[in-house]
């Protein structure tokens, strides 16, 4: 069956092992400029702090950098994890970006730390940080802030983020658990889904079907919308392919290890001596992402397309060397018909 895909990024800004920041994040632009000359939909940035493999820690800043040098694709966070923040701030911030891009700019939110306990707590200082638990709240205060829809008894009714737009940024919700699409279900908001996290195969679907049957119309959106992000890296071969994606799999390994370092090579993961416990963890990971061919790729993307109910799907693509990123997303554009300018 042909399925009429509507494809979009979200990149975590890699950084190769002996690289530096600077190319990652120099290298997010290039590539958000590629992506819309592919004719990818919307470029989502990630926010990861302290972590030795993602320069990506201050989406609001890569987005108005990406907006500036693109024309028309929609720019956004995939996401900004809100417990970190001021719902004001955040709420002026993407008011501003949106006001230099109108109709360009999208908000993801997030309630996941990007990070470790402690660098939430450095994040938070000299505050504590904020738990899970007011994050619901915090979403609500960006939308009224958002909208000027405060309720009058609210301690902040009175103030406002400025003049705005005549709309205002698109806000989603991300996620990869029940929670988080139920509370974008009970909101009326768009709700992305993580598959790339490592839950899809096998929650997923029915996570995405919750929110769908729970899902209230509001102002911001009268049916679902869902977006599903999956981890794709595509090359001329399926063999290719598998090279190039043992980059990804091993600098995950020795990120959850403590042991990051940046991308490794497919040549440092080629002589690398996995364990046998370390090589069963990244046979798990690899099962739930799409390393192939254009025609593997598509195939598999049908498959999670029809699984999910959904042809909006953000790609992650991880590997070494950027020109093998850009040609993967090249390709998958091709495969999957999307057309470019």
């Not at 450095?122 to 994050?135: E, I, M």
């Given at each position: 069956m042909s399925v009429d895909f509507r494809l979009s990024v979200v990149?975590?800004?890699?950084?190769?092992?002996?690289?530096?920041a600077a190319d990652a994040l120099n290298e997010t632009v290039e590539l958000a400029k590629a992506a819309e000359s592919f004719g990818y939909s919307r470029y989502w940035v990630a926010e990861h702090h302290n972590i030795a493999n993602f320069?990506?820690?201050?989406?609001?800043?890569?987005?108005?950098?990406?907006?500036?040098?693109?024309q028309s694709i929609s720019v956004g966070s995939g996401g900004v994890m809100l417990t970190h923040y001021s719902a004001f701030k955040v709420a002026e911030v993407f008011n501003m970006l949106n006001l230099f891009f109108p109709g360009r700019i999208e908000l993801g939110l997030g309630r996941a730390p990007g990070s470790d306990q402690v660098t939430a707590s450095?994040?938070?200082?000299?505050?504590?940080?904020?738990?899970?638990?007011?994050?619901p709240k915090q979403v609500s205060d960006v939308l009224n802030y958002l909208t000027d829809s405060h309720a009058d008894e609210n301690l902040f009714s009175n103030v406002t983020i400025g003049h705005k737009g005549e709309n205002v940024p698109s806000v989603w919700l991300l996620g990869s658990k029940y929670e988080s699409a139920f509370m974008a279900a009970q909101m009326g908001l768009p709700f992305a889904y993580a598959h790339f996290f490592g839950m899809g195969s096998s929650e997923g679907p029915l996570i995405v079907d919750a929110y769908r049957k729970n899902f209230v119309a509001s102002e911001f959106l009268t049916e679902p919308l869902v977006n599903v992000g999956v981890h794709v890296l595509c090359a001329d071969t399926d063999e290719e392919a598998k090279r190039l994606a043992s980059s990804r799999n091993l600098g995950r390994l020795f990120s959850i290890t403590g042991r990051a370092k940046g991308i490794p090579s497919p040549e440092f993961a080629a002589n690398y001596q996995y364990m046998v416990d370390e090589l069963e963890f990244v046979q798990n990971y690899a099962r739930n992402c799409v390393d192939g061919s254009p025609a593997t790729v598509k195939d598999a993307l049908t498959k999670i397309s029809n699984d999910y109910q959904t042809t909006d799907l953000s790609i992650v693509t991880i590997c070494h060397g950027y020109q093998e990123r850009e040609y993967s997303y090249k390709l998958v554009a091709e495969a999957c018909g999307i057309e470019g300018k």
């Open positions: 990149d975590q800004s890699p950084i190769r092992m002996e690289g530096s320069a990506g820690n201050a989406p609001e800043i890569l987005i108005g950098q990406i907006a500036a040098n693109t450095a994040l938070a200082f000299p505050s504590p940080p904020v738990g899970p638990q007011h994050y």
